[in-house]
Each structure stands twice: as C-alpha cells, then as structure tokens.
C-alpha cells in the first residue's frame, strides 16, 4: 500500500485501535499518540494501546488522551516490525491487526494491508504524511508528537537514515509548534541521578574486541536494582560502543525484568546490524537492530555475539 490508499482505508474507518510495540520508544509512541489525535479531531473513535507502560519521560504525548479502546473494530500498529514485537498485545490482538503502517526494512509481514517505507527515518513521517492526506489539521500537539518520533528515530538528526526529506518534514513540525529546542533538551540532555550513575556502571562493562572494530556494554539487571533507574532511562546506552574511535559494531546486551536477554547492535559503514542481528532471528536497520535470546544468559548471549561479531567482520574484510 502507499499513502493515498492508506488514506482511503482509514477514511472508511470510524472506531480504530492504534497499536505501539512493547519496550516502546520515541517513534512508535508519537506514531500513535500523533494518529489518535488526528482521528479524533475528524469525528472518529480512536485510541492507542502498548503492551508495556509509557515511560514516563514520553508521558507528555498522550496528555488528554482518555483511554477509548473497548472492543474496536479495526486495528491499525505503528512502527512494529513483526508481530512477535507486539509484546503482551500479541495474543489478543496479534491476528487482528487490518493494516500495519512501518518504516523497517526487515518489516515480518502479519497484517492482510501494510504501508511500509523503508527509506523513512522514521514512521512518524509517514504518520505526518498520511494526516495531511486526509485533511487533518496538523496542531501543536500533533506536531509536539510527530517531531519526538523523527529526533528519537534519527538521534536528533546524527544518524545516516536522515533524508533531505526528513528535514523539510521537521522544519515544517516546528512551522505548526513543534517546540524543537524544548524536545532536544528534555530527550538528549535531561538525566536523572539515577540515570546518570547506571551509565557510569554500564560504561565500566565495556570491551573493545575484533582489533578495536568491535565493542560491547552489557546492562545486567542489578544495574537497575542498585541505582533505581528504569528501561526507559537506559535507552541511550546502546550508542555507547559505537562512540569508540574505529568501532564498527557495537553491541549492547541487556537483561530484561523478566530476565530475557535482549541484543541492541548500532554499526558503523560498511557494517549492517540488520545483518548480524539476523543471524539470531532479529532484525532492524542498516544502523540499527535487535535480537533477542529467549533461552540463554547474558554471558552466553555475549559469548555468542561476539562470534558472530568475529566472523562477519572477517567476512566483510575488515
């Protein structure tokens, strides 16, 4: 699908349920707050659901948002890549979504419709083309929600997936009240003492391996107990391996609250951390992924990456 048909769809929708995938973060989360509220001013009945709860740092988005979400008759997900990421959402609404709307280049189709935009930096770019498409007034607070997801998505515009495209879309957010320098400071620039000492404990895991191309953080869960700190307050982290003068891959590897280990990868040309996270059934972008190791520990999940880290930088000559 691509956006006037996605716009025909929604238009003949009055009662949606907009979904965000689990461990939420910046796009997926302002994906759907901008969309409710853009539905909502047309007259139709929406509402938003996300298998965990709303950090508190992105609580702002849903401001005024009453919860509206019994028995809808037809469900729309953001920025979900495969439904697997839908976390506890995906037995009760899994096999219902009608269209999914996403920016990811590894997207595991699960909905009958699907727009899906790779070449965007961020799914709130194609949320602020759709709401255009359909004459919905873009407001302050939509503007506020669609411009949290572009900075978040494209660490305020330092990553290789921002597009000449996606500067005229923010410069026009902030033309209708996005308050960009307000959004950058409370996102990139805020932290809270407890933040602040679990990335000091977090930055002393660090290994440099593969001849100083490689680097990985590991983020036990006893960081979180000692320090207070929440996952949101940690999201920041994965870019710290990367950050190392000729670091190529840099890998994080997190323990969940209910001890699942989780893989972030962040590369650096010519790598793909789509690619090496692939390897173990995750996915993602060229400069940014996932995966995640239901059945195993973290010293195992770091054992095993750091092969795989080993043998495809070999593979790419590096």
Known sequence: M???????LLQSWDDLLILCHASPDGDTLGSAAALVRGLRAMGKRASF?????????????????????????????????DAKLLGDLEAPYGQRVELAIDHHGTHVPFSPRCWNEPDSAATCELIYQLLKAMGAAITPDI???????????????????????THRIAAELMELGAPADELARRLFETKSRAQAEAERMVLETMEIFCDGKAAMVQVPARI?????AQDSDLEG??????????VVLGVT?????????????????????????????????????????????????????????????????L
């Open 237 to 246: 982290v994965a870019s710290f391996p990367r950050q190392v003068e000729g």
């Open 143 to 165: 503007a506020r929600c669609l411009f949290t997801g572009i900075i978040t998505d494209t660490g305020c515009f330092r990553y290789s997936n921002v597009t000449p495209r």
């Open 253 to 317: 590897v997190k323990e969940k609250a209910d001890g699942e280990i989780h893989a972030s990868v962040r590369a650096n040309p010519p790598a793909d951390a789509a690619a090496l996270c692939g390897q173990f059934g995750g996915g993602g972008h060229t400069g940014a992924a996932g995966c995640s190791f239901p059945d195993d520990t973290m010293e195992g999940a770091a054992r095993k990456l750091k092969a795989a880290c080993a043998a495809y930088l070999e593979a790419l000559g």
């Open 49 to 81: 659901a996300c298998g965990d709860p709303v950090p508190a740092k992105y609580a702002y988005l849903f401001e005024g948002l009453e919860d509206l979400s019994d028995a809808p008759a037809h469900i729309v997900s953001v920025d979900v890549a």
């Open 2 to 8: 691509n956006c006037e048909e996605t716009c025909v």
């Open 224 to 228: 979180r107990q000692e320090t207070g």
